[in-house]
């Protein structure tokens, strides 16, 4: 195969943040992508969901999703829109929880763009478009291929793909690319998708295959190690940040991702439950997205871990799964211990944030993050310890316990990368760290000296190419500007910046002692505002 032959690998997301999962690949013959997922995080990031494309969607021959979280699958909507017309392989499970997950993606951006437009117009500013629209996300549920786990499935012409369980999600991916060598041995590439990790509740332990010559792996945890918990140790610490919710007398709030998370969660309550470890109280799911993806994994329960728990917690007395949204704001008008699980996560968007406006400046409110919080999320600005933060253009005082319970990730933390990595040497070329802020890789590549040569180890950068051979990889220029600049991804941003100067303006005003203390505040203001023209 001549040089000019060789596919060229480039990354168009999750490149030193966690979001944003999109990799093409690039031969004379065909154009593919691994995943197109939305970006999260900081304004600057999230922006870059309503730019253009650093392809052209119509030019794109297939699309391979490792799973439908919509940080890997949030744009398929947005790409079909703009022409794409291919087949887009997945697992049977991945495809059944994209078809509620994005037509919910397309709903909370229609609802958020609604409530935006009308702030825009009393403000006399311009009015936005949702990326997509619900039809748009309904249109690209056609275009989806079911493929099997440990089967060979034909993408393009000298380009197959199989699928292996990454023990991450409810028909979660990691898969092995295999193109045809033009006369020499096939090249073989596996992406890792998102890893999970052990004592995982619903999944079984990932696999992958070995002996491969470039491995593309996520980072997210290469940093940490999590203990070594087992399921029954998780549940009894669980059960004591509930008891302490009971004993405040207060709300536990539970900012969850809607598929699989809020499962776990539901089993590991109900047993709680069950046992007498945690008094019986009402259990709010209130997402209809976690109501509809908890009906998908009934359907699959005979083929997930503890199937059948989870069947019997999906139907317990305590469980409500709230519809409407005068159902939502009714559940706050409670006083007492009850527990509400409720999306997004990372608390940038659903109905969470409704809950924590209503109860993050209560003394005896808990408010317990079951995962990780990217860089800019509010959930991340919680976590650091933020005294008062705005929530839809309110300012809201943080008086709740606010707690991090990490032991539901559904990533492997870098021990158990290390190991997954290891197991599939050789690796004959390069390494390639993604999905990972800058500290999950740089502790992951630390890890691996000794066992990989630092050499062959590249955390590339958003929007880097590098030409795949088989005797190494190298880096090529890329033919347009850079979207966002590196040290610009995965880290805060003038937004946030802009949200806390206003918060402590506003206490520097509030706390003055008298009317002359404020008006001080404000003229010092003034000043340094007018002096930007001097």
């Given amino acids: 195969m001549d040089h000019d032959q060789h596919p060229v690998l480039r990354f168009h997301g999750a490149t030193y943040c966690v979001t944003g999962s999109c990799y093409e690949i690039e031969t004379p013959h065909w154009r593919i992508l691994i995943d197109c997922g939305l970006f999260q995080g900081s304004k600057s990031e999230r922006e870059l969901n309503y730019g253009a494309f650093p392809f052209p969607p119509d030019a794109i021959d297939a699309v391979i999703l490792t799973h439908a979280h919509i940080d890997h699958s949030g744009l398929l909507p947005k790409l079909v829109k703009q022409g794409f017309r291919g087949p887009i392989y997945a697992t049977t499970a991945t495809i059944d929880l994209c078809s509620v997950m994005l037509p919910d993606a397309a709903h909370i951006q229609e609802t958020e763009v609604d409530q935006l437009n009308r702030r825009n117009a009393q403000r006399g500013r311009p009015l936005v478009e949702p990326i997509y629209r619900k039809e748009d996300a309904v249109a690209c549920m056609p275009l989806f291929r079911v493929a099997q786990y440990g089967d060979w499935t034909t993408v393009a012409e000298g380009l197959r793909v199989r699928f292996w369980n990454a023990g991450h999600l409810l028909g979660s991916s990691s898969f092995e690319l295999e193109i045809d060598g033009g006369g020499r041995s096939p090249m073989r590439i596996v992406f890792s998708g998102d890893i999970g990790p052990g004592h995982k509740l619903l999944q079984t332990d990932p696999q992958g295959p070995s002996g491969v010559d470039y491995l593309v792996c996520e980072a997210t945890y290469g940093d ?70 908890s009906a998908i994994f009934q359907r699959h329960a005979d083929k997930i871990e503890n199937g059948d728990v989870l069947r019997q917690a999906l139907i317990s007395a305590e469980l409500r799964f709230t519809d409407t949204v005068e159902q939502s704001k009714a559940i706050n008008r409670l006083t007492g211990f009850f527990v509400v699980i409720a999306a997004s996560g990372m608390c940038d968007a659903g109905r969470i944030r409704h809950h924590l406006k209503a109860n993050l400046w209560r003394k005896n409110a808990t408010v317990m993050m079951a995962g990780y919080q990217v860089q800019g999320s509010l959930g991340r600005i919680l976590l650091d310890g933020a ?73 590339p950068q958003l929007d880097d190419a590098f030409r795949l051979g088989p005797g190494g990889c190298v880096p090529i220029e890329i033919n347009h500007a850079r979207r966002l600049k590196p040290e610009s991804v995965g880290r805060l941003d003038w937004h946030n910046d802009l949200s806390k100067l206003l918060l402590d303006v506003s206490e520097a005003v509030n706390s003055a002692a008298d009317e002359r203390g404020r008006a001080k505040i404000i003229r010092q203001i003034q000043r340094a505002l007018a002096a930007r023209g001097d």
């Fill in 224 to 293: 940490r190690d999590r203990p070594d918990v087992s399921p029954d140790r998780r549940r009894t610490m669980l059960g004591e940040i509930v008891r302490g919710a009971v004993r405040a007398n207060g709300p536990l709030i539970i900012p969850s991702f809607a598929v699989e998370r809020t499962q776990e969660l539901l089993v590991d309550l109900h047993l709680l439950m069950q046992t007498g470890e945690i008094p019986r109280a009402p259990i709010f799911v209130d997402s209809p997205l976690a109501t509809r993806a």
């Fill in 387 to 459: 005294r008062r933060v705005r929530i839809q253009g309110e300012e809201i005082e943080v008086r709740a316990n606010v707690t991090l319970f990490d032991l539901y990730s559904g990533h492997a933390d870098a021990a158990e990368l290390l190991d997954w990595i290891m197991a599939r040497g050789p690796i004959g070329q390069s390494l390639f760290l993604t999905h990972g802020e800058e500290e999950g890789l740089a502790g992951l590549a630390e890890r691996l000296k000794g066992s990989f040569p630092a050499s062959r180890i590249i955390k």
